[in-house]
């Protein structure tokens, strides 16, 4: 089960125009011997994508397999995702 409180982020934004938000999700599946490689990457990658201003949240789940990862990205624009 996954929950995303969002909404005190939204409310501290300088911006409270936002109409809505662009949810990406992305899943992936590793090789076993790529796995150690993948988890690092993919940490740099959320720390990155955390840092950006106009992200909500990010964050990756490992589902039960131990191979397959589904990533959540909560942008305020398509554009600024894209960015």
Request: aromatic content about 14%.
């Amino acid at each position: 089960t996954l929950w995303f409180d969002l909404h005190q982020r939204l409310s501290d934004s300088e911006s409270t125009a936002c109409a809505y938000l662009l949810l990406v999700r992305d899943e992936m599946t590793v090789a076993h011997k790529h796995l150690g490689e993948f988890c690092s990457s993919l940490k740099q990658y959320l720390k990155s994508v955390a840092g950006e201003r106009d992200c909500f949240h990010v964050t990756a789940v490992k589902l039960p397999d131990g191979v397959t990862f589904i990533v959540y990205e909560f942008w305020e624009t398509e554009e600024d995702w894209k960015r």
